[in-house]
C-alpha cells in the first residue's frame, strides 16, 4: 500500500472506526489501542475545556454529548486547545429548550481563548495623560471579546467555578458578556449600559470627543460626557484599556 | 538553506510540568535542562507563556514537538511551522524535537503519533518534511523513534530508517529507550540489536519512560516510573552513546518533584558508570 493510501485508511479507522480499513491495517489489538488513544484524546480535551458544561450536565450526559461531538466532528487543527471550538453550537441543538447549556459552553471557550491571548499592559488610571480629548481613541486590551447569552449563565457559571450550588437556570435573561484579562487571569462581566457603544464606537477609530457627541443624541450634552467619562474610569479600573491617545 | 547542526544540552533534566512550575520558576528544580510540549506554547500570550519564559530564564530548553506530523504524505502544514518558528525564536531553546511518525492527513489530524511503514517512499517523504522544516526554522532538529502498536511491511528495520533519515536529511536523534522497549515487546525484535544499528554519535537527547501492560501489548503511558528493564537498556545506550543530555518524561501521575528528581538520580549514576567502564576499558 502507497503511503497516502494507507494514510487515508487510517484516518478511516480512526474516525469511522471502519471495519476494511481496520482489516487493511492489520487487525488485532494495535488497531484498537490507536482507535482508544484518539477518542480518549478527544474526550479529554472536551472534559477539559468544557468543565463547567460537565459538572451542570453531570458526567453521563456530558460524556454521551461529547461521544456524539468525536463522532461528528474530528479533529482538523495541530492544537488539541483548538479542539471543540463548534461544541457549543453542536449543545444548542442538543438542548434547544435549556440556553444555558450553550451558554455555559460559550463561557467555557471564551474563558479559555483569553486566558492565553496576546499580552498588553493595561492603563493604569493614574498613567492616563491626554492632551487631545477630542481626538483621543480608546483602544482596549487585545484579549477583549463579547458573546451574547439567553439565560444566567454567567452566575450559573461562577458557582459552578467556585464548587458552590449554582442558581436554577433563567432563560429569560439575555445579555452580552465582556471578557478580557487583567494580568495573567481572565475575567468577565455583563455588559453596562454604555459599554457596547463606546466600545464599537471606538474600534471604528472615532476619539472621546466624537464619542461624547454620538452619546449627546440620546442623552444630552451633559449626561454625554459624563456617561463616557464614567465608562473610560470604569475601564481603565478594570484593566480592560491599553491605551488612549 | 542547509540547516545548522543542534546545540547540544548536556545533564539530566525532567519534562516540566505543570504541578512543578513553581520550583522552575524559582530555579530550585535540581535538573541541568527542562523539557516542555511545544504545542502547548504555541500561543500568543498569558500565563503559560510567562511561566515558560520565566522557567527559561533559569534552565537550557528543549522544545518537544507532538503535531509536525514529519511522515505526512501531503506535506508539512505552514500554520503549524510558522506558529513554532514565532516560539522558537521568542523563547531560544537549545533544542527543537519532534517524532518519526505522523498525525495528520488532509486536514485530519489525529493528536496521536502513528506509525509508519519502513520504506523508501516514506523515507523520501519523511526527509523534505524535515527538510522543509529544518529550513524554516534555521537550525537542525532531533527527531524521536515512536512506541508503536502496529507494525507495517518494510524494506527496513525502525533503526536502518533512523540511520538513513539523519543521514540524508542532517537532522539529529533523540533516543527514546521506553519506546525502543515497547515497541521491541510488542513486535518482537530484539533492542540490544537496534541499539547496535543506532549512529549515536548523532543522538543529541535521550528520554527515559514509564509504560503499562496492556491486556495484549505494552503501551507507552508515560505514568510510572522508569521501569528496570528500560534502566538496563539505558545502561546499555548510553555506555554506546558516551555523554548525551537525558532526561525523564512523566506526563500523568506525577509524583512530587523530589520522587522524579531521585529518580533521576539513578540515570546520572548510570551515566557516570558508564563512562567509568568506558574509560577502564
Request: proline share 5%; hydrophobic share 45%.
Amino acid at each position: 500500500m502507497k503511503l497516502a493510501e494507507l494514510q487515508h485508511t487510517f484516518r478511516d479507522w480512526l474516525v469511522e472506526a471502519d471495519e476494511t480499513a481496520e482489516w487493511r491495517l492489520g487487525g488485532g489489538p494495535g488497531t484498537a489501542i490507536y482507535q482508544n488513544n484518539y477518542r480518549t484524546a478527544l474526550m479529554g480535551c472536551l472534559g477539559e475545556n468544557y468543565k463547567r458544561v460537565a459538572r451542570w450536565l453531570g458526567e453521563e450526559a456530558f460524556e454521551a454529548a461529547a461521544a456524539r461531538y468525536v463522532d461528528a466532528h474530528p479533529p482538523t487543527s495541530w492544537t488539541l486547545d483548538a479542539y471543540g471550538e463548534r461544541f457549543g453550537a453542536f449543545l444548542n441543538r442538543l438542548y434547544p429548550d435549556d440556553a444555558e447549556v450553550a451558554d455555559l459552553a460559550a463561557i467555557d471557550w471564551a474563558v479559555g481563548q483569553v486566558f492565553v491571548s496576546a499580552d498588553a499592559e493595561a492603563l493604569r488610571p493614574e498613567a492616563l495623560a491626554v492632551e487631545d480629548w477630542d481626538a483621543a481613541v480608546i483602544r482596549a486590551v487585545p484579549s477583549l471579546r463579547q458573546i451574547a447569552i439567553a439565560s444566567n449563565a454567567d452566575a450559573i457559571w461562577r458557582a459552578l467555578a467556585a464548587e458552590e450550588m449554582p442558581p436554577a437556570a433563567n432563560r429569560d435573561v439575555p445579555a452580552i458578556l465582556l471578557f478580557w484579562r487583567q494580568g495573567l487571569e481572565p475575567v468577565f462581566r455583563r455588559a453596562a449600559a454604555h459599554d457596547l457603544d463606546v466600545l464599537a464606537w471606538s474600534a471604528q477609530g472615532l476619539g472621546f470627543g466624537p464619542i461624547c457627541a454620538r452619546l449627546a443624541e440620546t442623552l444630552g450634552e451633559e449626561a454625554a460626557v459624563s456617561a463616557a467619562g464614567t465608562v473610560l474610569g470604569q475601564w481603565l479600573t478594570e484593566e480592560m484599556v491599553a491605551s488612549v491617545g | 538553506m542547509t540547516a545548522t547542526s543542534p546545540d547540544r544540552l548536556t545533564g539530566f533534566g525532567l519534562g516540566m510540568r505543570r504541578e512543578h512550575y513553581r520550583a522552575y520558576i524559582e530555579g530550585t528544580a535540581p535538573v541541568d535542562f527542562i523539557e516542555v510540549i511545544s504545542e502547548n506554547f504555541m500561543i500568543d500570550g498569558g500565563r503559560p507563556l510567562d511561566t515558560l519564559t520565566k522557567a527559561r530564564a533559569n534552565y537550557p530548553l528543549a522544545l518537544h514537538g507532538v503535531s509536525m506530523s514529519i511522515g505526512s504524505s501531503d506535506g508539512l502544514r505552514g500554520d503549524y511551522l510558522a506558529r513554532l518558528k514565532t516560539l522558537v525564536d521568542r523563547i531560544e531553546p537549545t533544542v527543537v524535537s519532534d517524532h518519526l511518525c505522523w498525525t495528520g492527513i488532509d486536514g485530519f489530524n489525529s493528536h496521536d503519533l502513528l506509525p509508519l511503514p519502513y520504506t523508501e517512499e516514506a523515507l523520501d517523504v519523511v526527509c523534505a518534511n524535515i527538510a522543509r522544516a529544518q529550513d524554516t526554522l534555521g537550525r537542525a532538529m532531533l527527531f524521536e523513534n515512536p512506541s508503536s502498536y502496529i507494525a507495517f511491511p518494510g524494506a527496513m528495520t525502525e533503526w536502518e530508517f533512523l540511520a538513513e533519515m539523519a543521514r540524508r536529511s542532517g537532522c539529529g536523534l533523540l533516543l527514546d529507550v521506553n519506546n525502543i522497549y515497547v515497541s521491541a515487546m510488542n513486535h518482537g525484535f530484539d533492542a540490544e540489536a537496534y541499539l547496535a544499528g543506532v549512529p549515536f554519535g548523532l543522538v543529541g537527547q535521550i528520554h527515559l519512560a514509564g509504560h503499562v501492560q496492556g491486556e495484549h501489548l505494552l503501551i507507552d503511558t508515560h505514568d510510572q516510573p522508569v521501569p528496570a528493564a528500560v534502566w538496563a537498556l539505558y545502561r546499555s545506550a548510553i555506555t554506546r552513546a558516551g555523554a548525551v543530555a537525558t532526561m525523564i518524561e512523566r506526563d500523568d501521575n506525577i509524583p512530587e518533584l523530589a520522587v522524579l528528581s531521585a529518580e533521576l538520580d539513578l540515570a546520572r549514576t548510570i551515566s557516570a558508570e558508564a563512562s567509568a567502564a568506558r574509560i577502564a576499558a
